[in-house]
Every structure is written in C-alpha cells, then in structure tokens.
C-alpha cells in the first residue's frame, strides 16, 4: 500500500489544449478517494497520467516514496480497471486475470492461487474458463476488478468503471466496490463524473473543473460546505438555488427573496455577492410570516417533492416532505435557516467563508 | 489516424515496415519511375540505344488514329459491361433480398464466378460460342443469324462483354445484397403502409438509398474492364479481329512485346497511370462522401 | 419485411433460378465438353449430357498433358499454381501485417511518409508497369522462379490498409491494460493483436488466394519453362494452335481444374470470402 501524491501537476496536449491545470493532491495510503467533475474536466487525464498513460508535461507524480514520472505503466505497481473493462476478448477469464502475473514471471502455482483467490472473493470461480463475451456486463466488470486485484498493487485506478452498467446494477456494483475496498484496504483512485458514486464510495473527493482542483474534502464537507460556487451546483440534487445578493449590514443579505439574515461569524462578505440555498434547506413556514412563494409546478419524488417556482425572476427549487397535498399555483410561507445561507464571490465564485 | 496509446521504440517501427517498404520500392517504384523515363525516350529497331525525344511517344500517340479506336473501344466495353453485369446483379440481388427463404443457397450459388480466372472464363465463353465448334454459336447460327466472333469485330466484342459480364455478375450482386440488407426494414414497411407498391417502392426508395452502392460498383467495374478483362481478350480474341477488341491495357502489351515499340508502350502506361490515378481519386471523393452518408 | 402472397411469392423464386441455371451453364458445358472425345466436340455437335470418357480425360490431363502444346501434364501446373498463390496470400499477410502495426501503433519520423508511400501502391495495378517491372525481374534472376512469380505481385497495399482499418478498430484499452500488464509492442503484437486478427487474416487468405491463383499476365511474362507454368496460363497455351488440332476435352478438362480449387475456397470459406471482399474495398 501506498500513498500517492501529486505536485504541481499540468498536462498541455499539443495544440495547446491544457487539459490539467497546476494539481496537487495527496491520496492517503488507504484511502478510497473519488475525482469527480464533468465531463473534459480533466479527471480522465489526471487518472491516466498517474497510470503512466499519459506522459506529464509538468509537475511529480509520487508512488510511495518513489517519483514515477519516467517509470513505465508496467512498473508503476498500479492496476487499473477500464470504463470498457478493455478485457481480451481472445482469453479465457482465467487468462484474461493471469496475463499480467505470466508477462512478469510469477510462478505458476503462484498465479493459480492469486486467481482463485479474487476469482471467489468477486463470486466468479464459476467463469474462469469462459470468454469475456459470454458474460454479463456486471460479471465482465467483475473480471476486470479481478484482474487488478490478482496483482496486489500498491494503487488501484478505476476509470469510470460503473457507467457501463444498467442503474441498477451499478447501485449493486457500487455498495461491492466500496464492500472490497473495505476488505483489500488498498489505495484507491476513482474517476467518475456521478457525483452519487462519488459521495457513497468516498473518504476523500476531489471536485475537479476545467483542469483545477475546486475543492478537496469528505463527501459530507464539500456538500455541507462547498468551497465554491461550481461545487455548490455541481454537488446535491437538485442543484443549490443560486441567486444575486447584496450586504444589507453585517448578517444580512437582501435578495429577490427579501431581506435574508446568515451566519456572520461563518461568512465575511461585503457588497454584492452571490446567494446559495439548498432546495432542502427552505420549509415551509407554520404561519402567515415568512416568505412568499407560489409554486408553478409541483414534482412528486415519493418521499420528497420538489416545487419549482421563482422568487423575482430567480428561478427556485424546494425540496419538502411529501406530506399532505400542495396545489400547485397557491401561495405559501417559507422560512429559511440562516446556517443555510451561503455566500459566494459574485466574480470568482469561490465562497466567503473566514 | 492514430491510436491514442503508442508504443516508444525508435527502431522498431522501421524494422517491422521494412520488409514491405523494400518489395514495394523495388516491384512498384522503381518499375513506375522506369516506364514514366522510358515513355521519353525512343529505342533504335534493335533495342541497342534509345534517345530522349521529350514527348514524341505521347505527341505521337495522340496523333494516332489506332489509339483513338483503341480508347472508343475500351469505352464501349465498359459501358457495355459495367451496365450489363450491374443490371443483371441488381435484379438478382433484390430478387435474392425478397427470396426469405434460400437467399444463402442462392448466394452461394451465384457469387462462385468471382472465383474462376478471367482466363479460363474466356476459355468457357469461347468453346460456347466458337463458330465450328461451339454448341451455342450453333444454336444461332441455325436461327439464321450470321454469327462469327473470328472475322466479325462487333460480334467479337459482344462475345468478350458476355464473358467479361458473366465473371462480374458475382462481385456485384455481392455488393447489392449488402446494400440492400442494409437498408432498414421498417423504412420499406413505412412505404409499403405508404401506398406504394412493389415496384414504386423500388424507384423511390431502395434505389435512392443504394446509389452509394451503385457509385461505388460502376468505378469498380470500370477499372476492372480496364485491367482484368486482359486475360478475358488475351483468351479469346487476343486483341482481333483487326484490333476490334484491344483495349488500352492490351494495347500496352501488345505494342511493348509484340510490336517491339518500348517508348510508346510505356507512353501508353503512363497515360494509364493518370487514368486510373483519377478514377481512384473519384473513387476516394465517393467514399468520402459516403461515410457522411 | 413486406411479405408477398399469391403468386408473386414465387417470382423471386423462378427468376433466380434462371440467374442461377445462366451463371452455371458455362460451366455446365466446359464439363460436358471434357468427357467428349475430340471428333464430337470439335463440329459443334456436342451432346448436352456427359459422354463416356471422364476418367479417360482427366487421367491424361492430369498425369499426361496435352499432346498438341506443352505437354506439360497438369498436376505439375496445379502444383506451382497451389505455390504461387499461397506465396502471395502469406507474403502480402506477413509484410502487410506487421506494417500496419507498425504504422498504427507507433510514433516516429516519416510515420506519414511510409503510410503514403505504401498507399499510393493501391492505385496501379502490376499491368501498368508491366515491362519495367518484368526487366527488374529479369536483371535480378527471377525469371522462372517461385521468387519472380510472386514477389512483385506481393507489391501492393490492400493489405496494409485492411488491417489498418481493423486495428484502428482495436480499442485503445486493451493497448493500454497490456501496457500495465508489462506486455512490451511485440509481445502486445503476438499476444493481442495477432490472436485478434485470425478472421481477418482468414478472410484477407481467401481473397488473396484467388488473386493470386488467377493471375495471368504476369506468369506468361515471367515463366518460359513448362515446368514453372502455372495452370491458368498453361490453358491458354494448348489452345493457341490450329483450331483442328486443340485436344478440346483435355483444355476442358484443365479449366475444370483451374477453376475447382478457387470456386471451392470461395464456397467453403464464404462467410470469411464475403467479410474478405467487402472489407478490402473500403
């Protein structure tokens, strides 16, 4: 096991494309940290450069206590596992898992015992002599974990590997990736652009965007305390209310919502700024106070149900318990905690936190 | 055109071209660079010295009136051939598409001639068609038709188109029978619900989809009425009677062999080069085009 | 699918039939023809059922040869055909193979440079250059030789564009999951690649088989001896002299056996044949 760590790193393609932007990131031994962004964020390309697939234009790429920026793939001591399983349709399961250990020489009874191993710990002892095309996409999947674990690498690397699958068997896969790594305890890396993958599977998630790191932190952190106005809408759905403010006095905001207290102590803000809300954190008021709204279209979720509707010409959503019934185009009374009020720069979108 | 990962080697790529560079600069550009510098030069009767002449060959060439017929006849053969044998391919082909049951027999039943040397395919068509001995050019010539592909030019190259027909029926309706399972069912059952009937559903909609096919066919049957159909004349006719079947390809072999004239054998060659140079360029734009379909 | 009904079922039926009764009719009589004496084929007056001397024929065809030409028995021309072909179908696989591998999986100088100098080979056929080519054969000894038979025809890209065309449709993964399985390109090649490749290298055999087995000008340029003739020549040399004196049932016979080994490949190996042709065309 070992930790991985990234300085300054910067990939420009050429053509000047510059796909990763000045990244640092420590990935503790151990831990099972996710890279989430959008698509072209750059997530991929940081993942692959740590492979060794990708060369690094600038920056050190450490494994261990080693500096891997001129190491071959090969001799990273990584295994990855691909978005398309990339498994060789020619080989058998069993072949398909030993083909690695055979290229670097372990003995035999070696090889076949390693296999056996991950073959029953991922439930696929039954297949070893079938070839890849005579498997489901879950238990081709499975053979492609097996194939790294079969390793025993330092790091493992998962490219995206659920998004092949069906929702619900990804949801299975899911819960049986985070189950192995509690089991294997080996540094994991996990690329993915779903954001529900990335807080179930997470200790660390780096939100990722246009090549920089946003914010680095536990699933609960970056959505409890996003650190900018990127990660507040792209973690949590729905995505947070965004909408223009203005510093009344210190502990107010005035915004198409009326006049908004929020934490002081959390936030140093002056002037006009840019006002987040989760849909979650706006109720329903008891009374005849509190802010008017009036939904214009009602979404049953089963247990919640999301109303859209605007304050001014901000568009909103709240997200409330699916209790009673609501008509949809009748005012009602909100109210808002002011612990959930977040503030962001109004040019740089980073958040206002002290 | 490229992968995204690459291997490093620095001699290992050239190595493994090697083999294949070496063939091809040897029996490809050293013999093309050849005949283009033969092509200005012009050889004594006994081959023993040649000058340069510049374009003599070609000027010389293009003040023939032999090589005109020449080209009129290599055109009408595959006119003749590309229309006849697409045709015939075509109407199989749609036939065999409808035919839900044995369309693999039929197609394997039909395709075999693609198989047989465009040689022995003139052998086949002469001993059926030959005036003393053959059983057809019996048959017609006792219907009262005169018939004698020997001392006959026009029925000399229909004999030829027959036989050049009948090897290259196979390849196209390989082709159609591609084209044709390619085209989504459900567009033909929408026109079917429609209104339209079988044949109208032919003109307005298979055939407008298959045109990439047909493109694609007639430039294949062009080059191969100019190239393969050597073994086909060279078989039956060898160029006659009186010249009524050489096409250009023969042409160059017969006057660089036979009549012993190098410079404009080779003149003819380069004149070849270009054609086919531009048909493969068409060909390349229509592929183009093609994937943008 | 429109179904038909009443009648019209059949018409696809009836018309292929007659397609299929025309394309088989040559061949048909080539058959007929070989089991004939010479005095019934020769005034045109040919039964259309066999006759009586099939064995007769194809004995003296095969072990005796013509007695109006070459005299070549034709086993020994089936044989050099049988070399001739496969030469050519595994030279151009090998040599072909390895390039595109070369080309596709590699970064290096003039990378470009040798992809179009073996592309541009795709445009002209061997009839063009044909003397040129066959003066290089000469000066370099080939003549009459396996080598000079099928080297120069080796000369030509289809190949290496096929299997371009196929790598390129190898996904990058399975590249970059050997990488980290410690394979090294060549292992890769053997490995992956080549394994990958067998219906591609079955379907590229088939179609260069047959090019190669029915080549003509070439062979008549390059072979002088009878003993290197290659049959699709040697048939047309029994029938060049005067007509009365053509053996035609052992000319027959020979296209018989020019045309069986190809005809065979072509509808055993249909499936890889089809994928063959339609795949070098692209």
């Known amino acids: ?354 | 055109m490229q992968k995204r990962a690459i291997f490093g080697s620095t001699s290992l790529p050239y190595l493994l071209l090697l083999p294949q560079l070496a063939v091809v600069a040897v029996f490809f550009y050293w013999p093309a660079s050849q005949a283009l510098w033969q092509s200005f030069l012009l050889e004594d009767a006994f081959g023993l010295s040649s000058t340069f002449v510049w374009f003599e060959n070609y000027s010389e060439l293009f003040a023939d009136s032999g090589y005109y017929r020449t080209m009129m006849t290599t055109a009408v053969f595959a006119v003749m051939v590309a229309g006849l044998s697409l045709s015939l391919a075509l109407l199989l082909a749609v036939q065999a598409d409808k035919a839900i049951h044995g369309a693999g027999i039929y197609r394997t039943l039909l395709i075999w001639p693609y198989a047989v040397a465009p040689a022995v395919a003139g052998v086949l068509w002469i001993f059926m068609f030959q005036p003393s001995l053959g059983v057809v050019a019996q048959g017609i010539r006792s219907l009262g038709i005169a018939w004698n592909p020997l001392l006959n030019g026009n029925d000399a190259l229909i004999l030829v188109v027959l036989a050049s027909t009948w090897k290259q029926i196979s390849y196209n309706f390989l082709f159609f029978l591609a084209g044709l399972q390619s085209i989504p069912r459900a567009v033909i059952e929408a026109a079917a619900i429609d209104g339209a009937s079988g044949t109208r559903r032919f003109w307005t909609i298979i055939l407008p989809l298959l045109s990439p096919t047909v493109f694609f066919l007639v430039v294949v049957n062009i080059v191969y009425v100019f190239f393969d159909t050597f073994g086909i004349i060279d078989a039956m006719t060898q160029g006659g009677p009186s010249k009524a079947t050489e096409t250009l390809v023969y042409k160059v072999f017969f006057d660089g062999r036979l009549g012993g004239n190098l410079g404009s054998s080779a003149a003819q060659s380069v004149i070849l080069m270009i054609l086919v140079v531009g048909l493969t360029a068409i060909q390349f734009r229509f592929i183009e085009r093609r994937v943008a379909y | 699918m429109v179904e038909h009904r009443g009648f019209s079922r059949f018409v696809p039926h009836i018309v292929l039939c007659i397609g299929v009764a025309i394309i088989a009719f040559p061949v048909y009589l080539c058959f007929v023809g070989s089991t004939h004496p010479q005095d019934v084929t020769s005034n045109g007056q040919m039964p259309l059922t066999p006759g009586p001397i099939f064995f007769e024929t194809y004995y003296k065809t095969l072990f005796v040869g013509s007695s109006g030409s070459t005299r070549e028995p034709v086993a020994t021309m089936l044989v050099n055909s049988f070399i001739m072909a496969c030469v050519i179908a595994l030279g151009k696989i090998s040599i072909s193979i390895i390039s595109a591998f070369s080309v596709v999986y590699f970064k290096f100088p003039f990378r470009m440079a040798a992809f179009w100098l073996i592309f541009i080979t795709l445009m002209l056929p061997v009839e063009v250059r044909i003397y040129p080519t066959y003066k290089i054969a000469a000066d370099l000894n080939l003549l009459d030789s396996y080598a000079g038979l099928t080297v120069p025809l080796i000369a030509s890209a289809t190949a290496t564009l096929f299997f371009r065309q196929f790598f390129m449709t190898i996904p990058d993964e399975l590249v970059e999951a050997s990488k980290l399985d410690g394979a090294g390109p060549m292992r890769f090649f053997w490995d992956t690649v080549l394994p990958l490749s067998r219906t591609n290298i079955a379907a590229l055999f088939v179609i260069l088989f047959i090019y190669g087995w029915n080549q003509y000008l070439w062979p008549i340029l390059i072979t002088t001896r009878d003993d290197m003739q290659t049959i699709v020549i040697g048939i047309k040399k029994m029938i060049v002299t005067a007509d009365a004196l053509t053996e035609w049932n052992v000319v027959l016979a020979t296209a018989m056996l020019a045309m069986l080994p190809p005809v065979t490949v072509v509808v055993l190996m249909q499936r890889w044949f089809v994928r063959g042709l339609v795949e070098t065309e692209k």
């Open chain 1, 1 to 354: 096991m070992a930790t991985v760590e990234l300085s300054s790193i910067r990939k420009v393609y050429p053509g000047g494309v510059e796909a990763v932007r000045d990244v640092s990131l420590v990935v503790p031994n151990g831990s099972f940290t996710v890279l989430l962004g959008p698509s072209g964020c750059g997530k991929s390309t940081l993942l692959r450069m740590i492979a060794g697939l990708e060369t690094t234009t600038s920056g050190e790429c450490k494994i261990g206590e080693r500096v891997v920026n001129e190491v071959e793939p090969a001799d990273r001591d990584i295994a990855m596992v691909f978005q398309n399983y990339a498994l060789y349709p020619h080989m058998s399961v069993y072949d398909n898992m030993a083909y690695g250990l055979r290229n670097r020489g372990t003995p035999k009874a070696e090889i076949d015992k390693r296999v056996r191993e991950a073959a029953s710990l991922l439930a696929i002892e039954d297949f070893l002599s079938r070839k890849p095309r005579a498997l489901s996409g879950g238990q081709r999947q499975r053979v492609a974990m097996g194939r790294a674990i079969v390793r025993e690498p330092q790091v493992f690397l998962f490219d995206e590997p659920l998004s092949n699958l069906d929702a619900k068997l990804r949801v299975t896969m899911r819960l049986e990736i985070r189950r192995l790594h509690n089991r294997l305890n080996a540094t994991s890396i996990f690329v993915t652009h779903d954001q529900v993958e990335a807080m179930t599977l997470a200790d660390q998630v780096v939100v990722m965007n246009a090549g920089r790191i946003e914010q680095i932190g536990a699933p609960g952190e970056v959505y409890k305390h996003p650190a900018s106005r990127f990660v507040a809408s792209f973690i949590g759905a729905p995505a947070m209310n965004l909408m223009p403010g203005k510093i009344a006095e210190a502990g107010i905001v005035e915004t198409p919502a009326g006049r908004l207290p929020y934490d002081k102590n959390r936030f140093h803000a002056a002037g006009e700024v840019e006002v987040g809300i989760r849909p979650e954190d706006i109720h329903a008021a008891g009374g005849a106070d509190g802010i008017l709204f009036t939904p214009e279209l009602a979404e049953e979720l089963g247990a919640t149900r999301l109303l859209h509707g605007s304050f001014g010409d901000t568009p909103v959503i709240i997200a409330i318990p699916a209790s009673g019934t609501v008509h949809e185009k009748k005012e009602m009374r909100l109210s808002i905690d002011p612990a959930a009020v977040h503030l962001f720069d109004k040019v740089t979108g980073r958040s206002l936190v002290r």
